[in-house]
């Protein structure tokens, strides 16, 4: 299945997952540590409250200071990453979360796209839903050779496959496959935070 067929068969917790996971790989560029989602994750695991998740939200939210309105003082990939932070639905429903997973989804891609030196050169004239087409067509499946990444920076690439294992392993394992979403995250927060790295070196 496609990215987007993934997200709107996911149930409520795949749909969080996918979401928080997208947020943990773009947290380098909000300044926070690799332990400060922790709590939700850990409200995502099983025999957790019903409510914990609004409760670590708001904790999480204190910690990297997010204003609701921020926009990145100027810095695109900076408000993509803080508006996936402040438009997290305290509710977890998959109704709620659906359209947060799926806007981050979109977002940490752009991100990654912004942070390609390469990409981000290239004619944005021609995008549908806010990505460039070819990058568009990836998400949807409707790429040449189904669905391959053709057209796509290997970075950005990268970031999709990606996001599909971590909708698959929760779909596959159920709460079970959480552990192994963790560690996809973790694994692409190790990546961006060397991409945002490298640009602020070209930045200098």
Not at 102 to 128: M, P, T, Y
Request: charged fraction near 30%; glycine fraction near 12%; charge should be neutral.
């Amino acid at each position: 299945m496609s990215l987007v067929e993934l997200i709107a068969q996911a149930d409520e917790r795949g749909l969080a997952v996918s979401g928080l996971a997208c947020l943990d790989r773009c947290v380098p560029l909000l300044g926070g540590d690799d332990e400060v989602l922790r709590p939700l994750w850990a409200s995502l695991a099983e025999g957790a409250g019903p409510d914990d998740w609004a409760g670590r939200l708001e904790e999480v939210r204190g910690k990297l200071g997010a204003a609701a309105d921020g926009d990145g003082d100027g810095d695109e990939a900076v408000a993509l990453a803080r508006r996936m932070l402040t438009t997290a639905p305290a509710r977890r429903s998959a109704a709620e979360l659906r359209p947060w997973a799926d806007a981050c989804s979109v977002a940490a891609l752009r991100i990654h796209r912004l942070l390609d030196g390469a990409a981000a050169r290239d004619d944005d004239a021609d995008q549908v839903g806010g990505l460039p087409r070819a990058l568009h067509a990836a998400r949807v499946g409707e790429s040449p050779a189904g669905g391959r990444t053709e057209g796509v920076s290997p970075l950005v690439a990268a970031e999709l496959r990606r996001q599909v294992a971590v909708l698959e392993r929760l779909s596959a394992h159920g709460p079970t496959g959480l552990r192994g979403a963790l560690e996809v995250a973790t694994e692409g927060r190790r990546v961006l935070r060397a991409a945002v790295s490298r640009r602020s070196r070209r930045k200098d």
